[in-house]
């Protein structure tokens, strides 16, 4: 046996220096019975962070930091800048008279706002304005920018949850970025022309689809609640995920961004809901409401505009203290695209 230990040892040093390896070592890992993430459930209280976040504010400013953000790093991903494997996540401020300056970038984003309501996201030359609970997106290579009111005009500091595919752009190779010319773009349309164009369950006559991103920017919190109180009142509650919709595409009926799945729904006080594991990690964002996530063997109590992280493959139980809504993203297009997305209710 040690004669036979000896020999393969030689052999794999002779393999490594032609740079192979032997894959009978490395099966059991790269081939296992099921998903194995190193992501961790997490969650990171709001409470807790908001601090910190403003902080920032007095620290470095909007133009100097490009993006003032703090991005939220997964405990099992260190380093990575990723809260899953997939996915990035971060909190962003803007100050009162800031502006964030104009840029674009191969990589989606999607802004989901949690605080403060005088600020505006322009997109393509479009502004639209940021309330609390609005999602809100950058669709890939389009040019956009970010600025708050004066103080004088009323402006208060504004908070978000930026999601993007950073992570999966990275892997791939496939970043590229660049500055626009100004600080801000020209402004080309009304706020609310792509709203009218396409968010009222018609397109323009021409319209092409030319491009797998939504060609609406802004989703706001208002229409989605009421979507939401309708379904509760008139439908039927889900014994998994209470009442609960996914974020569209209106010129295709998929995805609002072609890597980044996005959704809202409602548990009502009392709400406990039944186990179910998918594999596409999710991120969720607390909008209103209070309860705990029961992720395999870990426990969270979550409140409003807390954000936690559920890994891939793992058991999920969701139940709601008092009426609850839920924000959450997850990379569930790209394992639809690659026939990888399988879920499991139990």
Known sequence: MTNVKTERADYYSQIKKSRMAPLWESLHNLVPPQ??????????KFAEVRDLVMQSGSLITAEEAVRRVLFLENPGLPEK?????????????????????????TQSALRFILEGSTAYTAVDGE???MKPGDFIITPSWTWHDHGNKTAAEGGEPVIWLDGLDIPIVHHLDQGFAENYPDKVQPVQRQSGDSMARYAQNMLPVRHR???????????????TRDALDTLYRTGELDAWDGVKLRYTNPATGGYPMPTIATFMQFLPAGFSGRQYR????TVYAVVEGAGTARISDAEFQFARNDIFVVPSWAATR?????DTVL??????????ALHLLREERA
Request: hydrophobic fraction near 35%; charged fraction near 15%; proline fraction near 14%.
């Open 35 to 44: 998903p194995r993430p190193l992501a961790q459930a997490a969650i990171w």
């Open 81 to 105: 800048s990723s809260i899953t494997p997939a996915l990035y996540a971060g909190l962003q401020l803007i100050m009162p008279g800031e502006i964030a300056p104009s840029h674009r970038h």
């Open 209 to 223: 689809i030319d491009s797998p991103t939504s060609p609406v920017f802004s989703y706001p919190y208002d229409r």
């Open 127 to 129: 502004r639209v304005p």
């Open 327 to 336: 924000f959450s993203y997850s990379d569930r297009p790209i394992l639809s």
């Open 278 to 281: 998918s594999t596409d990690a």
């Open 318 to 322: 969701l139940e709601a203290t008092t």
